[in-house]
């Protein structure tokens, strides 16, 4: 069930919740950058020397770049426990990326112990905060009923905001629905709207479905 994309890579500039920190940050951004230049050349354990001191003064960020590393084991020993603990951190600062990570790893019980109850926490933390990734998993979940009670209506919604955002699992999923009626209206029209969308970004599943669609009759309502 885990989204298309999974685990993130994005070392982008995240804002902070925590205002007593946003000082500290702007002092010690130039660290961090040093980091993202040394791990996007390939020197992990340069990154992780540079990022480990402000990951252990609390930088949101920088709990999530080390996070990044122990989970894919670059320049340090590869651990998913230890990336958990480092994505808690910055997920309970309020780190977009962190907490959908963390709702990844509950999902597929790695580096914890498996729960739909706390993927769906941590899925719904993201995807109100506008992160498409954690917008369609957290469908995904409503759909199945894991960690929530079942409901369509809800999954649709969310697929929907994942889509609008350019997501073509999304698109895709979206598209299915409505050409099944499942959370939505039943509309040929604007399942094609979307599944036209997530092909067009070259999702395989979507041109499939496009073909199976051309191929099956409208039915004409009375």
């Given at each position: ?24 940050n702007?002092?010690?951004?130039g ?8 791990y ?6 340069q990154a ?16 999530y ?15 998913p426990?230890?990336?958990?603990e ?9 780190h ?9 790893l ?12 706390e ?5 719904r ?16 979940l ?7 009670r079942?409901?369509?209506?809800e ?27 499942m959370?939505?209206p ?37």
């Amino acid at each position: 069930m885990i989204g298309i994309g999974s685990l993130l890579i994005s070392l982008g500039a995240t804002t902070l919740c925590a205002a007593e920190t946003a000082q500290a940050n702007r002092h010690d951004s130039g660290e961090f950058k040093k980091g993202e230049a040394a791990y996007l050349a390939g020197d992990y354990q340069q990154a992780a020397k540079l990022w480990r001191p402000l990951a252990d003064k609390g930088e949101p960020q920088a709990q999530y770049a080390m996070g990044l590393l122990a989970k894919r084991g670059l320049g340090v020993m590869r651990d998913p426990v230890e990336a958990a603990e480092w994505w808690r951190k910055a997920a309970n600062q309020g780190h977009t990326t962190a907490q959908f990570n963390l709702g990844v790893l509950y999902e597929s019980g790695e580096g914890v112990r498996k729960s739909y109850d706390e993927a769906f926490k941590w899925y719904r933390l993201a995807a109100e905060r506008g992160d498409p990734d954690a917008q369609f998993n957290l469908g995904l979940l409503y759909a199945a009923g894991h960690g929530t009670r079942r409901d369509l209506n809800e999954a649709a919604g969310w697929y929907r905001k994942a889509a609008e955002q350019g997501d073509a699992a999304a698109q895709y999923t979206l598209g299915l629905a409505y050409a099944a009626g499942m959370g939505v209206p039943e509309d040929r029209a604007e399942a094609l709207v979307w599944l036209k969308k997530s092909a067009a970004q070259d999702f395989q599943p979507a041109k499939d479905a496009l073909a199976k669609l051309a191929a099956k009759p409208a039915v004409k309502k009375p």
